[in-house]
Every structure is written in structure tokens, then in C-alpha cells.
């Protein structure tokens, strides 16, 4: 790391003061060769004149004055197309001299004897203006017209070679070539990552003259000042390559010649090359996210068919081996068998009940994924559906203070009553499975503007850091190596549900300790009832 370097992580400001500098001495250099070549061009224009004199005087014995003063203004017109208008109006004006000097009499003097060449002077002037004018003007535009074509035709060759680019590589190399033969000097490229970090764009390029810092500032300044489309700093010029949804890298460029950075020309080329070449990469992007979305869906979809497919053969034996264990139970119970054989049978149904359940969950969940859940919705009390999900973990719930705060002016809920009764029995469940025992729950439901919140919170551990949104997928566990049975269905479950009815479920860490989970529904308001639309006696 150089010390520029150094003192820029320290301060980017630094990086700006050695930007403005780059640019004063390329401003610098540009305007020594522009006034170089800007002498050669006038000296070349008096010499074309002084050949024209060379070529007037033998030729004065045999033309008449008015052939020489064509002679002069035909000169004109090689100096215009050739060096430019200003070399034009410095010709036309040094003829007129020279006519003067030589032809008109007395010669080798600027007197005039005759009055009326005055006149010849001046049309001889204004004329050798006008057509140093025309003809400048027009090699300007044919010089424009040759070089947009130069551009368009390029343009499209890289245009063409980009559609095709299947990958951020290529799009690259290919970008790189197109400038680096543009501007016959270098050009490299920077591509953001998912990650946020600027990378190279070709894979075996190193980046050992690009200076990340440059590049990543005029990043941070594009975000916040959208007016800021460049920097320049060693002789290289840094340009944000900005596609209609954001930034997808830079491209560094490092000319042969500095100077040519700043044509406008050039720097019209660079900016239309950095706008085809972020296009193309944005829809590289694009299209590797819908092929990875594209494969994810098909994935999904296949997965859930084998479950609903597993779920449908496994649930039939399962039901039978529930049946049958609880029926050996019974007559070993009459029987008096030796004893520890009906224990036996109930641990089998057990077992048999728990895989009964995960089948279910299994099919549960696939049909959720697929859409084929019906929602049967109804105008339901949150309070009553509370109290339907706490019965069941009765047994599970032994030993535990459980607070069930829920607002008296809580309206009734629209909702599949089933589905949501499910929700508040997966939440409180996983309470009981991952949170010691006698620690208490507390569950509330409030309305919070146009929507109805439910929490349930517990003072067990809390939720691994970094995991709060992924515990809600599908076979994901809070702790990977537990001993509480279960696959991680019951929060994918619950997700889908509370989505199904256009709520959301969330799950963060409490303060003090704990875990809360809460969801939201829909508050909307329950038609009125019968002893209000009752007509008054």
C-alpha cells in the first residue's frame, strides 16, 4: 500500500485533492499540445499563402488582376478543409495584403493609387471569409458524420457481442476490449459482488494500478450525489457503470495519451460504452437470479410432491399401527399379562401417534405450498381460540404460569378458525420443547391500527443470534444437534398460515432474556348484530 493510500483510508479527501490535481495538469498538458499544434496549423496557413504569392507574380504578365485575385481566394479553400477555420481567416486576411503589396499599385506598398480597389479589397475579404467559413464548417461535419459512424458502427459490434454474454466474465472481457481498442491504451473493470465488494471483472486480470479506494468513493459519492459521474486520478479515468436499477461496478480507464480524456467526443464514446456495458451485466444478473429462482421453485415443487406422496402411503399403516397398539393395550390391561406388556403397547402407540402427527404435518405442509388449503374463514374470538389451543398441551403445560393478557376491546377476528388455533398451538408447543420447565408464558393480542398482534413470550434462552428469520423454513431448528423430537415443521407451518391470511409472523429476542414470537391478521370490522339491526319498536 502506497502512502497516498494509506492517508486516503485515513481521510478520502485526500483522494479528491490528488483528483483535482490529476485533472489541472492534464488541463495542462491539453492546453501545451493544443497550442502546439494550433502554431502549426497557422504557420502551415502562411506558407500555403506565400505559395500562392509565388505562384501570382509570374502569372500576373499573362492574367489580368481579377484572375489573381480568384487565384487568391481558390487558396482559401484547401486551408479550411485541411487546418481548420481559423488558419482560414488568417489566409483570407494575409491575401489581401499580399494583393496590395504585389499587384496593386504602387507596388511593395499598401498605398492605393485608385480608389476602387478598395471595394476589391473588402469583397476579396469578405468573400475569402465566407467561403473559409462554408468549407470549414463543412469538413467539420463530414469529419463529425465519419466519426459518429465510426462510433455507431463500433457501438453496435459491442452491443451485439454483449447480448450474447452469458455471464458477468465475459460481459468484461468483452467490454475491455471494445475501450482499450477505442482509446488504443488500457482499460479494466470492477464488478460489484453480492457482497457488496468490487471485484474484477475477468477473473486471471489483477488489479494492481486500480486504486479500490478511488472506486469505491465515487461509488459513495454516485449514492448520494447523483450528479457525480466520474473521477480521474493517475492518469486513469474512473467511471460508475449505471444501470437503471443501480450501480454494477467501474471501469478504469488508462488512455495512451491523457490528453484524450478530455474530448468531449471520447468521453460521449466512454459514457455510452459504461451504459451498454452495465445493461448488460444488470440483465446477467437478472438472469442468473430467475434461473436460481427457477431451479429453487422446481426443487420446492418436487419436494413437497414427494412429501404429499409419502404422507398419503404412510398415513394408512400408521393409522392402523395407532389402532392396533391401543387395542392390545386394552386386553392386556383385562388380560393381566406380566406386567410392563402394557407399557410397552402404549409406548408403541405413542410413537405411532408422533409419526402419525408428523405425516400429517408433512401433508399439511405441502398442501399450504400448493395453494389447496381452503381457507374457511368466520368471525372468530381470539380469547376462545386461545383456549382451544391451550387444551391440548394441558399435560405439557404442568408446573408453567401461563398469562393470557388479551384486551377487552378486542373485536372478533376473521379467519380460518382451525388454521389459526393451529398457529397458537405450534407457538406455544415450541415453548414447552425448548424453554425449562416452570418458566412462564405470557400471551397477548392487541389491535395496533389495521391490524390485530399476537405475541407469545416466553423467559427461556432466547433464539441463536442470526437466526430469527431462518428458524420459520421449512426443516429448520433452532439447534441443530437437539434432543427434543420434531423436524422443524411446526414455525413453517405457522408461516404459511398467518401468509395465507395476509399476516405476517416474526420472531425476535426479548430484553432480560426469552424469545417472542409474534403474528398479525387482518382487523376488519364484524358486521353489526342482530340486536342492532333489529328495527325499534
Given at each position: ?13 485526500v483522494?479528491?485533492a490528488?483528483?483535482?490535481e490529476?485533472?489541472r495538469?492534464?488541463l ?18 502562411l506558407?500555403?499563402?506565400a505559395i ?9 504578365r499573362?492574367f489580368?488582376?481579377s ?7 481558390l487558396?482559401?479553400?484547401?486551408v479550411?478543409m485541411k487546418?481548420g ?5 488568417l ?5 489581401v495584403?499580399?494583393f496590395?503589396?504585389f499587384?496593386?499599385?504602387?507596388p511593395?506598398?499598401f ?6 480597389y478598395v ?7 469578405i468573400?475569402?471569409?465566407?467561403i ?19 462510433h455507431a458502427r463500433?457501438l453496435?459490434?459491442?452491443?451485439r457481442?454483449?447480448?450474447a ?6 460481459v468484461a ?15 479494466s ?7 457488496e ?5 475477468s477473473?486471471?486480470?489483477e488489479?494492481?494500478d486500480v ?6 468513493l465515487?461509488?459513495n ?12 486520478a493517475a492518469?486513469?479515468?474512473y467511471l ?6 443501480r ?16 474530448l468531449?467526443?471520447q468521453?460521449r464514446?466512454?459514457?455510452t460504452s459504461?451504459?451498454?456495458?452495465a ?12 434461473q ?11 419436494r ?11 398415513r394408512t399403516?400408521l393409522?392402523a ?5 391401543e ?25 405411532a401417534?408422533r409419526t402419525?402427527q408428523?405425516v400429517?404435518?408433512l ?5 399450504l405450498?400448493v395453494?389447496?388449503t ?8 381470539l380469547?376462545e ?11 405439557a ?6 398469562e393470557a393478557a388479551l384486551s377487552s ?5 376473521l379467519?380460518?378458525?382451525v388454521?389459526?388455533e393451529?398457529v ?18 405470557r ?15 416466553d ?10 428469520r ?13 434432543v ?6 411446526g ?15 416474526r420472531a ?5 432474556g426469552g424469545a417472542?414470537?409474534?403474528?398479525t391478521l387482518?382487523a376488519e370490522?364484524?358486521?353489526p348484530s ?8
Amino acid at each position: 500500500m502506497t502512502d497516498d493510500q494509506r492517508d486516503a483510508r485515513l481521510d478520502p479527501g485526500v483522494h479528491l485533492a490528488r483528483v483535482d490535481e490529476e485533472q489541472r495538469r492534464a488541463l495542462l498538458s491539453i492546453a501545451g499540445n493544443s497550442a502546439s499544434r494550433a502554431l502549426a496549423r497557422y504557420v502551415a496557413a502562411l506558407a500555403i499563402s506565400a505559395i500562392t504569392t509565388l505562384i501570382a507574380i509570374p502569372l500576373h504578365r499573362a492574367f489580368d488582376l481579377s484572375n489573381i485575385v480568384m487565384l487568391y481566394l481558390l487558396a482559401v479553400v484547401p486551408v479550411a478543409m485541411k487546418l481548420g477555420r481559423g488558419p482560414a481567416i488568417l489566409v483570407a486576411i494575409v491575401n489581401v495584403l499580399a494583393f496590395d503589396w504585389f499587384f496593386v499599385a504602387p507596388p511593395y506598398t499598401f498605398a492605393v493609387a485608385d480608389v476602387q480597389y478598395v471595394f476589391t479589397f473588402i469583397v476579396m475579404l469578405i468573400v475569402g471569409l465566407v467561403i473559409g467559413q462554408l468549407t470549414a464548417r463543412l469538413r467539420q461535419q463530414a469529419h463529425f458524420a465519419a466519426q459518429g459512424e465510426a462510433h455507431a458502427r463500433r457501438l453496435f459490434a459491442m452491443a451485439r457481442e454483449l447480448s450474447a454474454a452469458p455471464a458477468a466474465a465475459q460481459v468484461a472481457e468483452i467490454g475491455e476490449r471494445f475501450v482499450a481498442s477505442t482509446l488504443r491504451g488500457k482499460a479494466s473493470m470492477l464488478i460489484l459482488g453480492e457482497d457488496e465488494v468490487l471485484l474484477p471483472g475477468s477473473p486471471a486480470r489483477e488489479l494492481r494500478d486500480v486504486d479500490l479506494t478511488v472506486a469505491r468513493l465515487l461509488l459513495n459519492q454516485e449514492n448520494t450525489d447523483p450528479g457525480t459521474h466520474e473521477l480521474s486520478a493517475a492518469g486513469k479515468l474512473y467511471l460508475p457503470l449505471k444501470a437503471p436499477m443501480r450501480i454494477r461496478g467501474v471501469l478504469v480507464v488508462e488512455p495512451a495519451d491523457p490528453a484524450d480524456l478530455m474530448l468531449p467526443e471520447q468521453r460521449r464514446l466512454l459514457e455510452t460504452s459504461a451504459a451498454l456495458i452495465a445493461i448488460a451485466l444488470e440483465r446477467v444478473h437478472f438472469v442468473t437470479v430467475a434461473q436460481r429462482t427457477l431451479v429453487d421453485m422446481e426443487s420446492e415443487r418436487l419436494r413437497n410432491s414427494v412429501l404429499a406422496a409419502l404422507s398419503h402411503d404412510l398415513r394408512t399403516p400408521l393409522t392402523a399401527l395407532v389402532g392396533v397398539s391401543e387395542t392390545l393395550a386394552n386386553e392386556l390391561a383385562r388380560e393381566e399379562r406380566p406386567v410392563g406388556g402394557e407399557s410397552k403397547a402404549l409406548a408403541i402407540r405413542n410413537q405411532a401417534r408422533r409419526t402419525a402427527q408428523l405425516v400429517d404435518s408433512l401433508l399439511e405442509m405441502a398442501r399450504l405450498e400448493v395453494g389447496r388449503t381452503a381457507l374457511r374463514k368466520d368471525w372468530q374470538s381470539l380469547e376462545e381460540l386461545v383456549g382451544s389451543a391451550l387444551a391440548p398441551l394441558e399435560s405439557a403445560l404442568a408446573g408453567r404460569e401461563v398469562e393470557a393478557a388479551l384486551s377487552s376491546e378486542l373485536p372478533l377476528v376473521l379467519c380460518d378458525g382451525v388454521l389459526i388455533e393451529r398457529v397458537l398451538f405450534n407457538l406455544i408447543e415450541n415453548v414447552t420443547k425448548y424453554t425449562p420447565p416452570g418458566t412462564p408464558i405470557r400471551i397477548n393480542a392487541r389491535r395496533a391500527g389495521d391490524v390485530i398482534e399476537v405475541t407469545v413470550e416466553d423467559r427461556g434462552p432466547g433464539l441463536p443470534p442470526g437466526r430469527e428469520r431462518a428458524i420459520f423454513e421449512k426443516f429448520t431448528r433452532g439447534n441443530r444437534e437437539s434432543v427434543v423430537p420434531g423436524v422443524g415443521l411446526g414455525l413453517a407451518i405457522s408461516r404459511a398460515i398467518v401468509e395465507a391470511h395476509r399476516g405476517t409472523i416474526r420472531a425476535e429476542n426479548r430484553e432480560g432474556g426469552g424469545a417472542r414470537f409474534a403474528f398479525t391478521l387482518p382487523a376488519e370490522e364484524p358486521p353489526p348484530s342482530e340486536a342492532e339491526t333489529a328495527p325499534m319498536a
